[in-house]
């Protein structure tokens, strides 16, 4: 049984910076892709970011292209979120996800285990 635990986040005025964790269980890590997704009050999840690997391919969705980082550290079976220059519109739930394959999908169901999720409020 694979467990995904995040943490880092909080509330942070408009313009600040938090970096989200996800620390995976399992041996086999390394070999997957790992996203990240969210979902705000009333609106449906979506992908953020994502990650292959090895580190090498890395993907995110337009609005927070420039302000979001994700990188991962195998040996430490961890996948990171950096988000800088925070909006009120990045209010969510995040979560992280182990992928299904080895490649990119933006799509939930492509993704088998998930985190819990941490909370992330941006006040303006």
């Known amino acids: 049984q694979v467990q995904l635990v995040e943490s880092g986040g909080g509330l942070v005025q408009a313009g600040g910076s938090l970096r989200l964790s996800c620390v995976a269980s399992g041996r086999t890590f390394g070999v997957y892709f790992m996203g990240w997704f969210r979902q705000a009050p009333g609106k449906e999840r979506e992908f953020v970011a994502g990650i292959n690997w090895s580190g090498g391919g890395t993907y995110y969705v337009d609005s927070v292209k420039g302000r979001f980082t994700i990188s991962r550290d195998n040996a430490k079976n961890t996948v990171y979120l950096q988000m800088n220059s925070l909006k009120p519109e990045d209010t969510a739930v995040y979560y992280c996800?182990?992928?299904?394959?080895?490649?990119?999908?933006?799509?939930?169901?492509?993704?088998?285990?998930w985190g819990q999720g941490t909370q992330v409020t941006v006040s303006s």
């Open positions: 996800a182990r992928g299904t394959g080895l490649g990119y999908s933006p799509e939930g169901r492509q993704y088998d285990y």
